[in-house]
């Protein structure tokens, strides 16, 4: 390849947000030979974002291909099972998978980039196109110069922000209830019934899902695990901004930090949840110390590329969670960046690529979380909403498609 620009010897990519896009971007462009740079607005390293994380194909293929590797990626489960409300199970499917959570990948990933090209405390402010690149400038005042920006700074992007104003995520109509209890709080009888599984509680209009995590610091040693627990609720949008008014009064814009998510809210919470889940969900529901809430919001957009700033992962399209395909796709779109960096010469052309390549694959996956999301009944507008919502009653059917492998391939 060669390089020699704007009196720089190699081509160099200027990143922004320091999670798993940014890392898997900066571990893919060092590979063919670029320098890659990581801007996080956070000003300590990111740990304890804690959430499950469904590990795909997709994604130990992407970790390998990265460097990072899958050491000790998380817990194994064997089956998937289906109970109903007293806690019976009806159904059953043999499906192995691994489960691990955003806090191990952060730091397999992390492990990638050496310190003095990840940047903390830097927050993405503009991007000006120059001739042979672009210029970008940070809110705290620095300013870089590289050939090319990516915008990894997720569904609220920033970057997004600046150069496509007119893209914005769309509220689903549902959100979820979250928290990880720890294995040692869970009575045995949950231990023994849901903890080992890919548990699924599908009462009309809801969704109950749990499964095991690794514990504090990545322990995978029984005992020391931890339980994700994942109940989705239809709210409209009127409801949901009612829910956003903190315990202090502050109306918040799309969800409230968890330590102030209101008492009086996980109170009713609470209370809906003894009339409604079954014994095992609701021992781990009341194990959860502080269960905060996370509103579903999807989008995607016409372009991905837009000249030399090209979008990455949740910042590019950003699918309802039902796949449990997010962190896998942020993996694929920065691998398919480099590999198309690599292929031409020419950077325009090359970003004209990714774009060609990744942009259908991103709306292919958000239509694919909104078909699976008509299982919740919300906002069903065509007959094929219709159809698929009355398949996925069946639980069977919500088994045999939700967060399952090799969905795009099928
Ligand atoms: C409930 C739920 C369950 C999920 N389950 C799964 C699952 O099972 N499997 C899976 O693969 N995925 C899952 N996902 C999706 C997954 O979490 C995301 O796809 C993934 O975290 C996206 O990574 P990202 O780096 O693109 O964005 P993010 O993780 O959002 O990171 C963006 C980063 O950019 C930084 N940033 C933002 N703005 C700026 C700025 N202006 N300047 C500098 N930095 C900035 C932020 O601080 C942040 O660190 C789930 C998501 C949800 C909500």
Known sequence: MSALRGGRNRRRAVIIGGSMSGLFTAAFLRQIGWDADVYERSTVELVGRGAGITAHPELFDALERSGAGTKDLGVEVKK????????????EKP?????????????????????????LGHTFERV?????????KFAEGQVEHADILV???????????????DVQPIYSGYYIWRGAPNETDLAPQTLASIFPHFT????ERQQVIGYPIAGLDNDLRPGHRRYNFIWYRVADARTLKEMCVDENGHQHERSVPPPLIRKDLIAVMRADAEQELPPAFLDALNKIERPFFTPIYDFTAPRIVFGRVAMIGDAASNARPHMGFGVSKAGG?????????????DIDT???AYNAERQPIGERIVLHGRKLGTHLGVDLKTDADRSMWKLLQDYRAMMDWIAVPNFLVT
């Open 95 to 119: 499906l192995w998978q691994v489960l691990t959570s955003w806090d191990r990948l952060q730091r397999l990933l992390r492990a990638t980039i050496p310190n003095e090209n990840y940047h």
């Open 350 to 352: 090359a970003l004209d």
């Open 151 to 165: 915008g990894g700074d997720g569904i609220r992007s920033g970057v997004r922000a600046f150069i496509a104003p």
């Open 333 to 345: 779109d920065a691998h398919a960046l480099a590999r198309a960096l690599a292929a031409y010469d």
């Open 80 to 91: 998937r099972i289906a109970i109903d409300r007293k806690g019976r199970v009806i159904g």
């Open 128 to 136: 000006d196109l120059e001739d042979s690149g672009v210029r970008v």
């Open 200 to 203: 699924f509680y599908l009462p």
